[in-house]
């Protein structure tokens, strides 16, 4: 099975930085997604890791860790627009389907 | 090219109706998803689809139904709906490669009364 867990909320002033952490217990890995969903709307895709490491794309990075389960996205100079749900998705090996975590809204105050 | 999209946006049913929410994608992928997404939680699969004529359960497919006759359209059966069944619902597709994301429709927000 999948355990993947994020952090609820968290709220940043626009121009900071936040960082979004996601840990995962799986039956096994073959990469990790990063989803962004504004309210109402659908989730469109913003990072894959499949290697350890920082992938780095404009503002956003995210890093893996696949010996601690673990990863986060990195949300650099926040802005209003930025205001979402950030949802960690997780692939087993040899398979398609992605198991999601609950997502993490993220507030930007002014 | 529209990408992926679902009819209708909104429907409201009565406890014991039918409805089928449709989805249609113009990418020419082969991989097809359904999923429902309940309030403040994450996506669950309910179906999925690696190419016409094969589909297969998902996490939470009880009280739905697929087909997929085409490569284009892949639509989700409710029968004899139920308020537990009140969701959002995306559809998705993707490519079989490796690191391929997934493309979401814009939903269906369904409420059961």
């Known amino acids: 099975g999948q355990n993947i867990d994020q952090p609820t909320e968290m709220t940043a002033t626009e121009g900071a930085i936040v960082q979004i952490n996601c840990t995962y217990q799986?039956?096994?890995?073959?990469?990790l997604f990063w989803y962004q969903q504004h309210a109402g709307e659908a989730p469109t895709f913003l990072s894959y890791?499949?290697?350890?490491g920082l992938e780095e794309k404009g503002r956003f990075s995210s890093f893996l860790s696949r010996s601690k389960g673990y990863s986060y996205l990195l949300l650099k100079e926040l802005q209003m627009k930025d205001s979402a749900s950030y949802l960690c998705a997780v692939r087993a090996p040899n398979d398609y389907k992605l198991s999601f975590g609950a997502g993490t809204t993220v507030t930007v105050r002014a | 090219n529209a990408g992926v999209t679902q009819t209708p946006k909104f429907r409201i049913l009565k406890i014991g109706q039918s409805m089928t929410l449709q989805c249609a994608q113009d990418?020419?992928?082969?991989?097809m998803y359904w999923y429902r997404q309940d309030p403040g939680m994450g996506l669950k699969l309910i179906y999925y689809s690696v190419g016409a004529g094969i589909t297969d359960k998902g996490e939470v497919p009880n009280g739905y139904n697929v087909s997929r006759s085409t490569t284009e359209d892949f639509p989700l059966r409710l029968e004899l709906a139920a308020p537990s069944q009140t969701s959002v619902y995306f559809c998705a597709s993707s490519t079989s490669a490796g690191g391929s994301e997934q493309f979401f429709g814009p939903g269906t927000r369904l409420t059961v009364l």
């Open positions: 990418m020419n992928h082969n991989y």
């Open positions: 890791n499949v290697l350890d």
């Open positions: 799986t039956s096994g890995f073959n990469g």
